[in-house]
């Protein structure tokens, strides 16, 4: 069975801190790794596609990371503001059109 | 810009009810997909379609069928509602097959079966 596990399940930081997140997730058939910003009562929204081992991809404070050889990928947010405030998913797919959730890391700010 | 469109948002249905969910995308998009989304859960895919016509099912297809009769609709039915199906559902659609561009996600369809 393909596991797709995320940490912390939540977390609360400051406004101004720095934070990360992990999405562990099968180091066999990889094909590429989705993560995604979820505000509460809106869809999630797409951040970064990642696909090959040592991609770094960046959105403005947001940026990721990843490992398809140990089968991980870091998320880090760089001074958080409260608008950061989300749940942060990500998804792995072996590119057979099925994709596995992870159940999402819950940020909150703190102003 | 519309995207990913569901219909409806919210619905309560009694046991053994039937209703049909509607996702609608104006993005040309080939691959379709319906997920629940329960508590402590990551999404599920429950069913999707990789082109107009064609269907196949996901990791939790009891309970449900679906159709693809045009390329931008994806319908999603229960033909007798259960408990077990309280969830919220979410629509995607995709114009890639294997994860080289990310998924486009609707509002959701919350629904409670009674």
């Given at each position: 069975i393909l596991n797709v596990e995320q940490s912390p399940q939540s977390l609360h930081v400051q406004e101004g801190d720095s934070t990360n997140f992990t999405c562990s997730f099968p180091s066999?058939?990889?094909?590429a790794l989705h993560w995604y910003r979820w505000e509460t009562a809106k869809s999630p929204e797409a951040l970064f596609v990642m696909t090959l081992n040592g991609d770094e991809k960046k959105k403005g404070r947001i940026s990721a990371t990843l490992n398809t050889k140990e089968g991980y990928s870091y998320l880090y947010i760089k001074g958080?503001?409260?608008?950061?405030s989300a749940t942060y998913l990500c998804a792995f797919t072996s590119g057979t059109y099925k994709y596995i959730f992870g159940t999402g890391t819950r940020l909150k700010v703190l102003a | 810009n519309a995207g990913v469109t569901q219909t409806p948002k919210f619905r309560v249905l009694k046991t053994g009810q039937s209703m049909t969910l509607l996702c609608a995308q104006d993005?040309?998009?080939?691959y379709m997909y319906w997920y629940r989304q329960d508590p402590g859960?990551?999404?599920?895919?429950?069913h999707y379609s990789v082109g107009e016509g064609t269907t196949a099912k996901g990791e939790v297809p009891d309970g449900y069928n679906v159709s693809r009769l045009k390329k931008q609709n994806f319908l999603l039915g229960l033909e007798s509602a259960a408990p077990s199906q309280t969830s919220v559902y979410f629509c995607a659609s995709s114009?890639?097959?294997?994860?080289n561009q990310p998924q486009h996600f609707g509002d959701g369809t919350r629904l409670s079966i009674l």
């Open positions: 066999s058939n990889f094909y958080s503001q409260p608008e950061d | 993005m040309n998009h080939e859960m990551g999404l599920r895919l429950i114009n890639d097959r294997g994860g």
